[in-house]
């Protein structure tokens, strides 16, 4: 299976390469984001207390994205792999999916990181606010202030795979193709690895 953590902060362009990378894999797309706006536009008790917390750029309550997640792993269990986009956003989120997956049998093949300043994110977003519908993305305050959240909260999370050497960083400023083309190479770069060591395997029980 290949399993894609895609981060980077808000506004670094991680729902476009996500559309075009699950194409090319095959791979399900599990946003937090998206799974909580689908809450919200449900009306559900979970969405309208979410909701709350996230016109105000800040992150809601582990335990809550982390059973989204639990679930959304149940309901495909056939998937080839999957793009974890928005999530996870601190050190218990990142510890429980990989709790998560090894209960699937399955690992975190790499953490791919778009890097972009706090100056282009406010630019795109204040942007994608004219027709996102987003109440996130109309207002600098609040681009701020989940830009902030994600310098003092999220970023840790980096660390948390490099220390697994499973963290790439790669400039998110430039064209949509080339930035593609380098999350791609480093994916084909992981999997080739897998399967060498498979077949390795497979060598060394045969030998
Ligand atoms: P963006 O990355 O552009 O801020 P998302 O759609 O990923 O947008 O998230 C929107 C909001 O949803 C966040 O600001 C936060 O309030 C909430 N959210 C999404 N994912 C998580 C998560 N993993 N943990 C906590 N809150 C989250």
New binding site residues.
């Given amino acids: 299976m290949l399993n894609l953590v895609l981060f980077?902060?808000?506004?670094?362009g991680?729902?476009t390469q996500s559309q075009k990378l699950i194409a090319r894999y095959n791979l399900v797309h599990l946003?937090?984001?998206?799974?909580?706006?689908a809450q919200i536009s449900r009306g559900t008790e979970l969405g309208l207390q979410?909701k709350k917390?996230?016109d105000?750029?800040?992150?809601?309550?582990?335990e809550?994205?982390i059973g989204m997640?639990g679930s959304a792993l149940k309901e495909n269990e056939q998937a080839a792999g999957f793009i974890f986009?928005?999530?996870?956003?601190?050190v218990p989120?990142a510890e429980s999916l990989d709790r998560l997956l090894a209960e699937h049998g399955t690992k975190v093949t790499c953490m791919v990181a778009l890097e972009v300043q706090e100056q282009e994110l406010v630019k795109r977003?204040l942007e994608r606010g004219k027709t996102s519908g987003?109440p996130?993305?109309q207002n600098e305050e609040k681009i701020r202030k989940?830009v902030t959240?994600?310098n003092t909260e999220t970023a840790q999370v980096a660390g948390y795979y490099a220390a697994q050497n499973k963290f790439c960083g790669l400039n998110g400023v430039g064209e949509i193709e080339d930035i593609f083309g380098q999350i791609c190479a480093i994916l084909d770069q992981h999997q080739s690895a897998v399967s060498e060591g498979s077949q390795q395997a497979t060598k060394e029980v045969k030998a």
């Fill in positions: 980077g902060p808000p506004g670094a991680k729902g946003s937090t984001g998206d799974l909580l706006r979410a917390l996230m105000e750029g800040l992150l809601v309550p582990d809550v994205v997640i986009d928005g999530f996870p956003r601190t989120q977003l987003r996130d993305d989940r959240v994600y």
